[in-house]
């Protein structure tokens, strides 16, 4: 079975501050793709990041970084030098073999000024 | 760019109505996807179309019914509502069905009475 974990419900940072949203998944495919979207408080999904399974490089965005860790089975988000604008609820995702996404249960992110 | 388009965003319906919400992509995508979202939850496929001409179950399909009507669109119909089909549906599309998806409809808040 396929499952995606984010055991952070809601973080709350101040503003500048560094914050890390965890993701944890299962699967017994070897072929998988993972992802992260930011849902922000108007409603809509925004796809942010994709990273396969055999591609295990750290992803820089700017001030959004990724790590992916397949020893640990982590997909992990971080938000450097956090803003207003960030706060939003952040979903992971796991595709395996039977092309259906798979979804963690979200983490809210509130940044305070 | 229009992206992905759903119809309509609001819609209250009572007990045993039936509708159809409507989704257009304007994208050229292969795949298209629909989700429902509820409270505290990550989404979950109702169901998908890999291609035109071909559509099938995701998650939750009991009581939904879906038809890609042509490569821009596909719609999702609700025979006889139930409160338990209160959600907030998204419609989705993407290059391919082994590709995830990427892009996201604003959705659709229906609530069944």
């Known amino acids: 079975a396929q499952k995606v974990t984010q055991a952070q419900t809601e973080i709350s940072v101040v503003e500048k501050e560094d914050v890390t949203l965890d993701c944890v998944y299962e699967?017994?495919?070897?072929?998988?793709?993972l992802f992260w979207y930011k849902q922000p408080p108007s409603g809509e999904l925004v796809f942010l990041i994709r990273?396969?399974?055999?591609d295990e490089q750290n992803e820089i965005s700017g001030r959004y970084s990724w790590n992916f860790q397949k020893s640990t089975s982590s997909f992990n988000f971080t938000i450097t030098a956090s803003q207003v604008v960030d706060s939003a609820v952040y979903f992971c995702?796991?595709?395996?073999?039977?092309?259906?996404?798979?979804w963690g249960a979200g983490t809210k992110l509130i940044i305070k000024p | 760019n229009a992206g992905v388009t759903q119809t309509p965003k609001f819609q209250v319906l009572k007990t045993g109505q039936s509708m159809t919400l409507q989704c257009a992509q304007d994208m050229n995508h292969n795949s298209m996807y629909w989700y429902r979202q509820d409270p505290g939850m990550g989404l979950r496929l109702i169901y998908y179309?890999?291609?035109?001409?071909?559509?099938d179950k995701g998650e939750v399909p009991n009581g939904y019914n879906v038809s890609r009507l042509n490569k821009r669109e596909f719609s999702l119909r609700l025979e006889s509502a139930a409160p338990s089909q209160t959600s907030v549906y998204f419609c989705?599309?993407?290059?391919?069905?082994?590709?995830?998806?990427?892009?996201f409809g604003q959705g659709t808040r229906l609530t069944v009475v």
């Open positions: 995702a796991l595709l395996g073999s039977n092309y259906q996404l798979i």
């Open positions: 990273r396969n399974s055999f």
């Open positions: 179309s890999a291609s035109e001409g071909t559509t």
């Open positions: 989705a599309s993407s290059e391919a069905v082994d590709r995830g998806t990427a892009f």
């Open positions: 699967t017994r495919d070897t072929t998988y793709y």
